[in-house]
């Protein structure tokens, strides 16, 4: 599979291009083709868009770009990549999504007047950040992480160890399984989170990008500010963001999976047995048992507020009133208040209830596509993709010898206006959309082919053979005088 | 609104039977002058006790770790709870009754999980069965946990050696000499009358209780005087230390704390008001403190009681 790939790639791409991770786009585009460079985000490369990016190439006369900008790389490099990855050509229309949307405004704003972007889109950037990458960083994530699973797994592994009907129970029957996965998490939340936080941590602060992603940093102030606003709005005129959200229900579990409800669901039975369980401790007759029923507390807190935990990590948490939290859309991952770009001409957002979109899903749900032509078409004005040239041959399949017959042809889809090549018999033998031609002895057989050509080189091939009768129409002789 | 029953959980009722260890009429001797007094049986001579029914209406409210959570949010749940004893079967019956809004899964019924068909969409990776260590499929019979008194007899008891690091790290030995050297007989406290009255010890607080509960700390734990005349009981397993404080002018533990080596996890205090009409005190809050790595305190979970209906 590797290898396959590779050849292809070796086969198919540029050499320049393939320094700055430029794949063509599909080969049914024509150089005549807007050009629409697409821009992935963190952990994307330049196989991110593909699958999108070809899909609206079919529907629309765009030419797509793939670059591959190094998501690991500052806003500034990956702008700088950016622009070396367009070479000579001007006037792109850029298509981000998440971290590439910034990707795409700091090369706009870099480059000022030498841009070669003029109409770009965002879906679900993080205009101001994202307050999870801070969380990362700092280390608060991987506490939190570890929080929640040693808070599932000690009730359950202390009463293991110190209750023998709790051991008994956890050792019967298919019970043994919540066992395992206790010890699992145990494990996974002593060990693996703090070396998560112990590598993945310096790991996540050496990104360059990641800096630059916090919401408090210079450079979004920066990015944000009039100034740089206005070089967005004089070199580059149309703006278009789009943002989704999700349910703020179980919206963690929307990050890798399309039944979040059900992992809700676990989480709250999880929540429910341990509650139940402190009713049970905290009556129970062995008071070193009855003195550490809080654990089961503990749990059952930790699932109850899993949510808000959640919400409060990624910062869409907006207000707290008389112990409700109220917050803001989000698509899992981002807010929608950072979803949303500054000094934008469109803001198009497809939000919870009515849709639920989340962000891993950004590119692909059959909504945005929908939300995507519209931008390629109503705001960037590329037009639809004609149906592919059809050429069409008519005329007589049989002649009279010595006389001369008229052939027609005509062209649908393509792009007009179309030319004509007649070759009789091999030879061409004409232009126009007709051809008249003959003159041959009784008895024998002759080809007519047209070759109908669009205004972008598109070509279509009609062809027919023609009988020559002998005088009379007759076939065969000897004929009637 | 129309309170909704959560799924019962019986409590107690192994050792229906057993030992009358530390029953009911034995006096105590030491402690307050109200203590000296003969204690009332509590369990008639069939080892039935007076109180058959006791019930109370609860509120849980914590609040948040601020290291994670955000500053200002807190939660209430209210449930009315009882405790029956069921003759036939030796046991408490544990049923709470939540209203809509208090019900600890939501706004519904408690889920059915089946999560072996909790599908994860990451690539083309999925969970669909739940498998047990040998590899074999097992379904789940039913989301309600197995306590050991669905199991009896028991099981000899066969600690873990080592164990995740999330449990007590003990080994088995010292898990062994921790129970052993402190307690006697291997679980002197899972006597049958001990288990059938923790229940109703808990909320309420007379001479009766109060002898028992005092009896049954000083079997199980090492006792020391604590300061303002209350008695202070130490008891630790593996590396898990519990000190319970108890004050004879109430009758009731008022304080636990748990440590883990010189680690002060949590601390729980016991707050009651007296009820003459019991003859004592009853329960009316329970708050427990937990603390940080730092030591610095991290979030509190409040318990009230009102209503305490004992029957």
Same mark, same amino acid.
């Given at each position: 599979m590797i290898r396959s790939t590779m050849l292809r790639m070796l086969r198919t791409v540029a050499w320049p291009a393939f320094v700055f991770g430029v794949l063509p786009g599909v080969a049914s585009a024509q150089s005549q083709d807007q050009r629409v460079v697409f821009i992935h985000g963190l952990f994307g490369n330049n196989l991110t868009w593909q699958g999108t990016g070809n899909y609206l190439a079919q529907l629309y006369q765009i030419q797509p770009w793939y670059p591959n900008l190094g998501w690991t790389n500052t806003f500034e490099t990956q702008a700088t990549n950016l622009q070396s990855a367009l070479g000579s050509f001007n006037q792109f229309n850029a298509m981000a999504w998440s971290n590439g949307g910034v990707a795409e405004r700091t090369y706009v704003q870099q480059f000022g007047a030498s841009t070669k972007l003029v109409r770009g889109f965002t879906v679900g950037t993080p205009h101001r950040g994202a307050l999870l990458v801070q969380n990362v960083r700092d280390g608060t994530a991987g506490r939190y992480a570890s929080y929640v699973l040693n808070s599932i797994a000690d009730p359950f592994n202390f009463y293991y160890a110190w209750d023998q009907d709790f051991h008994d129970a956890m050792d019967f029957g298919p019970n043994v399984i919540i066992r395992v996965t206790m010890e699992l998490m145990a494990w996974v939340g002593y060990y693996f989170v703090p070396i998560i936080n112990a590598v993945?941590?310096?790991?996540?602060?050496?990104?360059? @990008?990641? +800096?630059?992603?916090?919401?408090?940093?210079?450079?979004?102030?920066?990015?944000?500010?009039?100034?740089?606003?206005?070089?967005?709005?004089?070199?580059?005129?149309?703006?278009?963001?789009?943002?989704?959200? @999700?349910?703020?229900?179980?919206a963690f579990f929307t990050l890798f999976s399309d039944e979040p409800q059900k992992w809700g669901a676990v989480r709250r039975l999880v929540e429910?047995?341990?509650?139940?369980?402190?009713?049970?401790?905290?009556?129970?007759? &062995?008071?070193?048992?009855?003195?550490?029923?809080?654990?089961?507390?503990?749990?059952?807190?930790?699932?109850?507020?899993f949510d808000v935990d959640w919400h409060f990590l990624i910062g869409s948490v907006q207000a707290i009133n008389n112990g409700i939290v109220y917050v803001d859309h989000q698509d899992g991952l981002v807010p929608l208040g950072s979803q949303t770009w500054p000094g934008a001409t469109v803001q198009e957002n497809r939000l919870?209830?009515?849709?639920?979109?989340?962000?891993?899903?950004?590119?692909?749900?059959?909504?945005?596509?929908?939300?995507?032509?519209?931008v390629?078409?109503?705001?960037?004005?590329?037009?639809?993709? $004609?149906?592919?040239?059809? /050429?069409?041959?008519?005329?007589? #399949?049989?002649?009279?010898?010595?006389a001369n017959g008229t052939w027609s042809a005509g062209a649908s889809g393509g792009y007009t206006p179309y030319s004509y090549q007649w070759y009789s018999d091999g030879y061409a033998s004409g232009?126009?959309?007709?051809?008249?031609?003959?003159?041959? /002895?009784?008895?024998?057989?002759?080809?007519?082919?047209?070759?109908?050509?669009? =205004?972008?080189?598109?070509?279509?091939?009609? &062809?027919? =053979?023609?009988?020559? #009768?002998?005088?009379?129409?007759?076939?065969?002789?000897?004929?009637?005088? | 609104m129309v309170p909704t029953q959560v799924p019962r959980l019986r409590v107690g009722a192994l050792l229906v039977m057993a030992v009358t260890f530390g029953c009911s009429d034995r006096n105590v001797t030491d402690g307050s002058p109200e203590l000296q007094a003969t204690v009332e049986p509590i369990y008639d001579e069939n080892g039935q006790p007076q109180s058959s029914y006791y019930s109370a209406n609860s509120q849980m409210t914590w609040t948040t770790d601020s290291s994670f959570e955000p500053v200002g949010a807190s939660y209430t749940r209210n449930y009315f709870e009882e405790y029956s004893w069921l003759s036939p079967y030796h046991t408490w019956d544990n049923v709470n009754s939540y209203s809509s809004g208090d019900l600890p899964f939501g706004s519904s019924v408690p889920p059915e999980i089946d999560v072996g068909s909790a599908r994860l969409a990451l690539g083309a990776a999925s969970a669909p069965e739940v498998r047990n260590r040998s590899g074999a499929i097992v379904q789940p019979e039913? =989301?309600?946990? =197995?306590?050991?008194?669905?199991?009896?007899?028991?099981?000899?008891?066969?600690?873990? #050696?080592?164990?995740?690091? +999330?449990? $007590?790290?003990?080994s088995t030995s010292l898990v062994t000499a921790g129970i052993s050297s402190r307690t006697g007989p291997a679980r002197p406290s899972f006597d049958g009358p001990a288990r059938r009255g923790a229940a109703v010890e808990r909320l309420v607080a007379t001479r009766q209780t109060s002898a028992r509960v005092l009896a049954r700390l000083r079997n199980d734990f090492d006792e020391s005087p604590g300061r303002g005349g209350v008695f202070r009981f130490t008891k630790g397993v593996g590396t898990t230390v519990v000190t319970a404080v108890f004050n004879p002018g109430i009758g009731a533990i008022t304080e636990m704390t748990t440590r883990e080596g010189d680690r002060l996890l949590a601390q729980t205090t016991y707050r009651y008001k007296a009820a003459p009409k019991l003859g004592g005190f009853v329960l009316e809050e329970v708050v427990t403190q937990l603390f940080g790595p730092t030591g610095a305190k991290s979030r509190a979970f409040t318990q009230t009681y009102r209503d305490i209906n004992v029957k």
């Open positions: 993945a941590v310096p790991a996540s602060q050496s990104v360059p @990008v990641g +800096g630059e992603m916090i919401p408090s940093s210079s450079f979004m102030a920066t990015l944000n500010s009039p100034s740089r606003l206005s070089i967005e709005q004089a070199n580059m005129p149309v703006r278009v963001s789009a943002g989704t959200s @999700v349910s703020p229900q179980n429910y047995y341990c509650f139940l369980l402190y009713d049970y401790y905290s009556a129970h007759p &062995d008071f070193f048992l009855q003195a550490n029923a809080w654990r089961w507390l503990q749990c059952a807190q930790s699932m109850e507020y919870w209830p009515t849709y639920s979109i989340p962000h891993r899903r950004q590119i692909t749900d059959p909504a945005i596509l929908t939300l995507m032509q519209s390629v078409n109503v705001r960037f004005g590329i037009p639809v993709r $004609p149906p592919p040239l059809q /050429g069409s041959l008519s005329g007589p #399949t049989a002649i009279e010898e010595y232009t126009g959309p007709s051809l008249t031609d003959g003159g041959w /002895g009784g008895g024998t057989e002759h080809s007519i082919v047209v070759v109908v050509t669009d =205004s972008r080189g598109g070509t279509s091939t009609r &062809d027919l =053979s023609v009988y020559v #009768t002998y005088g009379g129409g007759c076939i065969y002789p000897p004929c009637p005088q | 039913s =989301s309600r946990p =197995s306590m050991a008194s669905d199991t009896i007899p028991m099981a000899p008891i066969t600690l873990p #050696t080592g164990g995740p690091p +999330g449990s $007590p790290s003990a």
